[in-house]
């Protein structure tokens, strides 16, 4: 079964400056990676999404996450930070099991805080 | 366009209470998924549809959940007698295909079994 870890459950970082969010992942073959983010009271939306083209995948909002399976590590970064980038951010991993479906598996979230 | 909606977005049972749980999903999308979120948690897989079919309920926790899509769009989840342990957010997605397709995810119904 496939799983990820992300490593922070909290990241807190000044408005301007550099995000990185970090999860690591593990899988039996080469998977399909995503990044999700939930604002309070908001369904879950998609950032990007990995699978198997380039390694450096590009998001909505001005965020990017490398794949590197030799790190075994997809983590997400935006250059400059913005206020309204405050949310809970969610690693996951796809999960084929056979019925035509791509169950999503989550991982446990990462709060990040903007400091004005 | 209108997204994948969810009624009620709050729900408040009494221990062992039946519940039921609505979904509407993106007009002609083929594939929809329930998901179960604990505070604190990551989502969790509980079930997914291709049209009308349950093709995968691995996720379901136990026999008193329960989901059906009947003309393959709207879908209910149904929980019998209520736990505490119940508690969360339930979370539905619909997606246009299989695979590869995005999954659009409602805004969740809150469940809190008192």
């Known amino acids: 079964a496939q799983s990820v870890t992300q490593l922070d459950s909290h990241v807190s970082v000044s408005e301007g400056t550099p995000v990185l969010l970090r999860c690591n992942y593990s899988?039996?073959?080469?998977?399909?990676l995503f990044w999700y983010v939930q604002h309070p009271n908001k369904g879950l939306q998609l950032l990007l999404k990995y699978t198997s083209a380039a390694t450096l995948v590009k998001g909505i909002n001005g965020f990017e996450a490398e794949f590197k399976k030799s790190e075994t590590s997809f983590h997400l970064t935006k250059p400059s930070a913005h206020m309204s980038d405050a949310a809970e951010y969610f690693c996951v991993v796809s999960d084929r099991s056979g019925f035509g479906n791509e169950k999503l598996t989550f991982g446990t979230g990462t709060r990040l805080t903007i400091i004005p | 366009g209108a997204g994948v909606s969810q009624s009620p977005r709050y729900k408040v049972a009494k221990r062992g209470q039946d519940v039921a749980l609505r979904c509407d999903p993106i007009?002609?999308?083929?594939?929809l998924f329930w998901y179960q979120q604990a505070l604190g948690q990551g989502p969790e897989f509980l079930t997914y549809?291709?049209?009308?079919?349950?093709?995968?309920k691995s996720g379901l926790p136990s026999d008193r959940f329960f989901a059906e899509r009947p003309e393959g769009s709207v879908s209910t989840l149904k929980i019998q007698r209520t736990q505490q342990e119940d508690s969360a957010v339930y979370l539905c997605a619909s997606s246009s295909g299989t695979y590869t397709y995005e999954q659009y995810f409602g805004p969740g119904t809150r469940l809190t079994v008192t």
């Open positions: 549809f291709q049209n009308e079919a349950q093709l995968d």
């Open positions: 899988s039996s073959y080469s998977p399909s």
């Open positions: 007009s002609g999308h083929v594939s």
